[in-house]
């Protein structure tokens, strides 16, 4: 069954530029933090290095949100074939197809940033507690892909709705230039607790434990409640 998975996701990419750029796209990040980020601090007269943690949780986010959204468009161009309903009403079920259909992607986030630690010049954040954040982070890839089968009925208001789930990045990449008071308005985005665990992580602050498990229960929490409303779509 494995293979036959595999196959099928195969002949998708090879098929569809869009998704083929969008599996690239991780690989194309971490070429440009291992070789930009050193040459760009060489040349230039500001300073890089303090913002290392920050640019490290963005380009964290940014590999499972694209994976994600890879797997979204995967799955309504199934749905657009009813390929969704042949599996819910097939031994798999609709449980076993979504963890069936996610287990690769996740694993590929997952490997994806891991692979961004290690090329990452931050010596603050090559620690075990790393982990838990690239476990959390690899939650945005069920996220967004349920956030598009859940609002999208079709691949066309699919890649529409990719494009506004785009703004998710906004809280963390704005909010780090604002003063602490106004930087709690951003824990209303699931990605901007990811983003303050990896900076409560490089300052060695306690406050890395209340973001990481605050922002594992929100995923989660939205994670649940796209996919029950993923299910009702389906009847």
Excluded: C
């Excluded at 998708?12 to 998704?19: E, F, G, N, S, T």
């Excluded at 992580?201 to 605050?214: C, M, P, T």
């Amino acid at each position: 069954m494995w293979h036959a998975w595999l196959s099928l996701d195969r002949r998708q990419l090879l098929r569809d530029p869009i998704l083929l750029m969008a599996g690239i796209l991780p690989l194309s990040f971490m070429l440009v933090i291992a070789k930009g980020l050193p040459w760009l601090e060489y040349v230039t007269p500001f300073a890089i290095t303090p913002h290392l943690p920050y640019l490290f949780s963005i380009f964290l986010l940014m590999t499972p949100i694209t994976v994600g959204m890879m797997l979204g468009l995967m799955m309504l161009e199934e749905r657009d074939e009813a390929l969704v309903t042949y599996f819910a009403v097939t031994p798999l079920g609709r449980g076993r197809y979504i963890a069936f259909r996610m287990g690769l992607p996740l694993w590929m986030a997952f490997v994806f940033s891991t692979l961004l630690v290690i090329v990452f010049p931050v010596p603050a954040l090559h620690r075990w507690e790393v982990f838990l954040l690239i476990i959390t982070s690899a939650l945005e890839t069920p996220l967004m892909s349920l956030a598009m089968l859940a609002f999208a009925s079709n691949r066309l208001e699919g890649l529409a709705v990719a494009k506004m789930l785009n703004f998710v990045l906004l809280p963390p990449i704005v909010l780090y230039f604002f003063a602490t008071k106004w930087r709690l308005l951003g824990l209303m985005a699931p990605t901007y607790w990811i983003s303050e665990a990896v900076l409560a992580l490089a300052e060695d602050s306690v406050k890395f434990w209340g973001y990481w498990l605050g922002g594992t229960a929100y995923h989660l929490l939205f994670i649940w409640l796209l996919f029950s409303r993923f299910n009702r779509l389906l009847y």
